[in-house]
């Protein structure tokens, strides 16, 4: 786990909100507080979705960041900054599998349970937080590590400038 501080807060939440930089992520959860605090739970209801449509749409247990992303920017948007949000963002399943064999991972995929990026923004800070989770407890580091360089991988690719604090 490592604490990414974004120096370049415009061109990063540009990224986020505006651009897709982001879209391939799904969203665990995500808060905002402006006049009012919002909360978003990601995890889809797929009763709101026949059967063809969760087919075609392809749904995982949580939505995609392309599909949330147009409310969350209606809620920043405008002449104040947000006094606050939080948004974690987790690798989409078939991701995972890429992301394993890119680092040649010993631990299978499907033990790998999550691969988060928690961006907080908060007192004119912008910070991204990695983290990991597995299925079963393990001392081997490897997922977390290879986690952690991705991440900054993903940051250089998308030419946003960053310190690892």
Known sequence: MIAIKIEDRKQFTSGLFVGDMFDGFLVKEASIVTFNAFTIDGRVRKGYY????QEERKLEEYSFWSAV????FSLIKGKRLPESFQIVLQFAGQAVKEFAEEYGLSIAPERIKGLY?????????MVCV?????????LDKSVEEAWDKKAQVFFKEHQIPYIVE
């Open 117 to 125: 990026l928690n961006i907080r923004y908060e007192d004119g800070q």
């Open 69 to 72: 992303r147009p409310f969350c």
């Open 130 to 138: 990695t983290g990991t989770s597995l299925d079963f407890f393990s």
């Open 50 to 53: 026949s059967k063809e449509e």
